[in-house]
Nanobody, 121 residues
Framework: QLVESGGGLVQAGGSLRLSCAASGRTFSYYAMGWFRQAPGKEREFVSAISFSGGQTYYLESVKGRFTISRDNAKRTAYLQMNNMKPEDTAVYYC????????????????WGQGTQVTVSS
């Protein structure tokens, strides 16, 4: 089970940190990812991190602004979002991969319920 938290309303240029608490699986064995879905759009990949945290990937438009991390002892993944833009507005979902690494993207099999992030201009 994956439970996201930390969403909310923020002004453009502001910051939020999303958390994803995991239970029921050996958290440290699996890659974790963040996806988002804006109204009327398809869900898109935002960022992912390997089982150890040694590899990370980002959507081009969030590079330099978002940082993914994980704390395996706390069974939690994070997405720090800085310098946020109105186009970052979406429901953000945490996902767990079926393997230690994040490829392929279709391997993200387990999903949280999502948390709303709204960035006002």
């Amino acid at each position: 089970q994956l439970v996201e938290s930390g969403g909310g309303l923020v002004q453009a240029g502001g910051s939020l940190r999303l958390s994803c608490a995991a239970s029921g699986r050996t958290f440290s064995y699996y890659a974790m990812g963040w996806f988002r879905q804006a109204p009327g759009k398809e869900r898109e990949f935002v960022s992912a991190i390997s089982f150890s945290g040694g590899q990370t990937y980002y959507l081009e438009s969030v590079k330099g602004r978002f940082t993914i991390s994980r704390d395996n002892a706390k069974r939690t993944a994070y997405l720090q979002m800085n310098n946020m833009k109105p186009e970052d507005t979406a429901v953000y979902y945490c996902a767990a991969h079926e393997s230690p690494y994040m490829n392929p993207v279709s391997g993200f099999k387990w999903w949280g319920q999502g948390t709303q992030v709204t960035v006002s201009s």
